[in-house]
T-cell receptor
Framework: DAKTTQPNSMESNEEEPVHLPCNHS???????IHWYRQLPSQGPEYVIH???SNVNNRMASLAIAEDRKSSTLILHRATLRDAAVYYC????????????FGKGTHLIIQP | EAGVVQSPRYKIIEKKQPVAFWCNPI?????LYWYLQNLGQGPELLIR????????DSQLPKDRFSAERLKGVDSTLKIQPAELGDSAVYLC?????????????FGEGSRLTVL
């Protein structure tokens, strides 16, 4: 799977929007962009995924650059419960290997 | 609906002892994964099952680790004998469809401490 690059950590204030960046300059045309997050002492949980178009769900929005070499996970109004490690993952699909996680971004939310 | 269930949540053993972890995936999920997570790192895939067949176990250290998924439902991951470096969280996950469109559901993990 192609590699992603994320900042080690980010800090934001409660009730403000958060933009988590991810660079994936070697992405291939068939790679899906998945985001997962891991709260303390929990297993990772699915947040959102997309291929080319921007995506919205109840948890977050995913903005994908036109050239697909970067993407941004947007939390519209952060709460203390959003403090977690966020993983940006590329997956080529086809039911092959499991997801390959990097170190992710540790998001800190200040009250 | 119950999520992925793992047990035990915590296990402390002395080195050279055996240990086993159990996973019950979400009902109807054919694909089951075992991941290893070291402190401060992302999860690393150990083995993937499609029903009862291990289709990817290339990252499983086969000298001391073994896994099975009898009847294509529950799964067990065993370490024998455990070493100090095996201290980590062992995560089980399941999915019902291809990851490109579906999502992976994780359990809370089993934290192993080897003394």
């Amino acid at each position: 799977d192609a590699k992603t690059t994320q900042p080690n950590s980010m800090e934001s204030n409660e009730e403000e929007p958060v933009h988590l960046p991810c660079n994936h300059s070697t992405i291939s045309g068939t790679d899906y962009i998945h985001w997962y997050r891991q709260l303390p002492s929990q297993g990772p949980e699915y947040v959102i995924h997309g291929l080319t178009s921007n995506v919205n769900n109840r948890m977050a929005s995913l903005a994908i650059a036109e050239d697909r070499k970067s993407s941004t996970l947007i939390l519209h109004r952060a709460t203390l419960r959003d403090a977690a490690v966020y993983y940006c993952i590329l997956y080529s699909g086809g039911g092959a290997d499991g997801l390959t996680f990097g170190k992710g971004t540790h998001l800190i939310i200040q009250p | 609906e119950a999520g992925v269930v793992q047990s035990p949540r915590y296990k402390i053993i002395e080195k050279k002892q055996p240990v086993a972890f159990w996973c019950n995936p979400i009902s109807g999920h054919n694909t089951l994964y075992w991941y290893l997570q070291n402190l401060g790192q992302g999860p690393e895939l150990l083995i993937r099952y499609e029903n009862e067949e291990a289709v990817d176990d290339s990252q499983l250290p086969k000298d001391r680790f073994s896994a099975e998924r009898l009847k294509g439902v529950d799964s067990t991951l065993k370490i024998q004998p455990a070493e100090l470096g095996d201290s980590a969280v062992y995560l089980c996950a399941s999915s019902s469809s291809g990851l490109s469109t579906g999502e992976l559901f994780f359990g809370e993990g089993s934290r192993l401490t080897v003394l």
